[in-house]
């Protein structure tokens, strides 16, 4: 049996027991490579002891399952080790995260002069208490700098290419949504046609027959009478159908308009022109109703009189519409 994959569920793999989809393999993959990068440089440079290097080490690595929420705090937590000769790669990591998630430029400037600065800056612990000016000292500058701002320049990079891509699918998304609605509106168009051309052109006939027969037949008082009743629902018709002609060809949501007089004040109008022997009590609300309300109530009451002309031809109807607590409509007709 097939079905719908649910957003969220475990893959059929997972549930199976099996290998787990290469999407989840690519997250768990991204979230641990820098983490193991990051203590396979701390486990090399100060080998397995469990001197404080080793704990500076481990205390950096650990700090970058941090990096996507709080990439600054991962980077302060490398300094320490950086500053004392027992890490490398996990501020640097911790430094293009910062590049990447954070969208001042000046943050990212900030976190390549602390890490150069903790880089560049001698320790006691490396047997150096001092600098001088010479050449060596200026390449480790150039150096520190230059690496710390290259990490800087690629996660800016990375962060410009992934803004570039949201508002390439935005705009995709936005010419999706226009074209989506130009065939709409030509589909509207063509139905509007179809329906002045075709269906209002059948009934302006039937209206003109009937209004023919009404003169052609005066000793007829039944004729005539049918005869009136058909010319006044075809014009009522055709004032429909003009209308839903103008909504069809109208840019919006087609059901936010209704037919003219398609409501509770057009209840005495559509009575009347309905052929039948009707009693209409109607009790107007003292409160506003909802326009879709009014308009299903009209239908409602326009389908019952015409399932009593067509099955109870002659039979006398009664419509009652109250407002308590909500609209109430009854149609109710005697035996024919």
Known sequence: MSGVPVPGAPSAGERDGGPPAPGAVRRIASGALPVLVALVDGLVVNGLTSGHGTWLALVAAGALLLRRRAPEAAVLAGLPGLYLGHI????LIALYCVAVRRGHVLVGVAGAA???????????AAGVSSLALDRETALLALDCCGVAAGVVVLGRSVRSRQERLRAATARRAWENQVLTERVLATERNRLAREMHDVVAH??????LQAGALQVGRPGDADVRATARTIHELSAQTLTELRHLVGVLRTPGDPGAQGAPGAGLAGLTDLVRGSGLTVDLDVSIPPVPVPEAVERAAYRTVQEALT???KHAPGARARVRVRCAAGLHVEVHNTAP
């Open 307 to 309: 399932n009593i002309r």
């Open 114 to 124: 602390a890490v150069a600065v903790a880089w560049f800056l001698p320790h006691p």
């Open 88 to 91: 490398a790669f996990a501020p």
């Open 202 to 207: 059948k009934v302006s006939l039937i209206s």
